[in-house]
């Protein structure tokens, strides 16, 4: 069975006004919310469940997606947090998790095939894969290199650095729980430092089609022009 954790509990700050009435996964992109896109792709990679984290304004949230039910084929489980539990804390506890499962953001705009990133973690036999995609950074100074002396050894001007970064979306081994605190916040980054210090293997999905994450105001805009003018890439067959 495929299944995915979708973590929808976040008060999205970044986005105040609007995070007041509504809890960011449920932001508009036109006439349909970003976590409604999240579960119809979901439903069309022929995944069979998902579990819905939630926390802040869980209420809202649950109604939502129930009233989507008669449009998915996709069975929903709710799990409330009474208080934030980091990114990969709401695993903890978790009953009915398969031997490998998606967990992801219920907050991103993607075109990512969910079900390519779960098969890429069967098939490689690692405790976890983290889907993957190549940002640039424009710094807009003067950077330095400075010698001990404090002599200049090196000057670039507004360099862009090129990094991998995380999207958001992760494929795990059951066997994660292991690695998981008892109690207390715990966040993906604090995981896979664990992990690498216990000698285990995080595999990467790199991935070079569309990503963004709605968490400030001028992505959120930008998101839902780039749906709105062309609302099929992510709504179409995955």
């Excluded at 069975?1 to 929808?8: E, G, H, T």
């Excluded at 695993?91 to 907050?107: A, T």
């Excluded at 090196?154 to 690695?179: C, N």
Aim: hydrophobic share 40%; with cysteine; charged share 30%.
């Amino acid at each position: 069975m495929n299944q995915a954790v979708i973590l929808a509990g976040g008060r999205g700050a970044r986005l105040a006004p609007f995070n007041t009435v509504l809890p960011k996964p449920l932001m508009p992109l036109g006439e349909v919310s970003v976590l409604e896109i999240v579960l119809r792709r979901l439903d069309r990679a022929g995944f069979d469940e998902a579990i819905l984290a939630t926390g802040y304004l869980s209420e809202i949230i649950e109604a939502f997606c129930k009233s989507l039910g008669p449009k998915l084929r996709l069975d929903l489980r709710f799990v409330r947090e009474e208080e934030p539990r980091g990114t990969v804390g709401p695993l903890r506890g978790l009953s009915g998790l398969e031997e490998h499962f998606l967990l992801m953001n219920g907050d991103v705009l993607t075109d990512l095939p969910f079900d390519r990133v779960l098969e890429a973690q069967r098939g490689r036999g690692s405790i976890a894969t983290l889907a993957v995609a190549e940002r640039e950074v424009v710094i807009d100074f003067g950077i330095l290199s400075v010698d001990p002396d404090g002599s200049v050894s090196r000057y670039t001007e507004k360099p862009t650095l090129r990094h991998l970064v995380s999207l958001g979306v992760y494929a795990f081994s059951r066997e994660i729980l292991e690695w998981i605190p008892a109690s207390g916040k715990f966040d993906l980054p604090d995981l896979v430092q664990l992990l690498i210090e216990g000698n285990r293997r995080v595999n990467t999905y790199p991935f070079k089609g569309y990503w963004k994450d709605i968490g400030r105001i001028e992505d959120y805009e930008s998101a839902k022009e780039d749906f709105l003018r062309n609302p099929e890439r992510f709504l179409g067959e995955s």
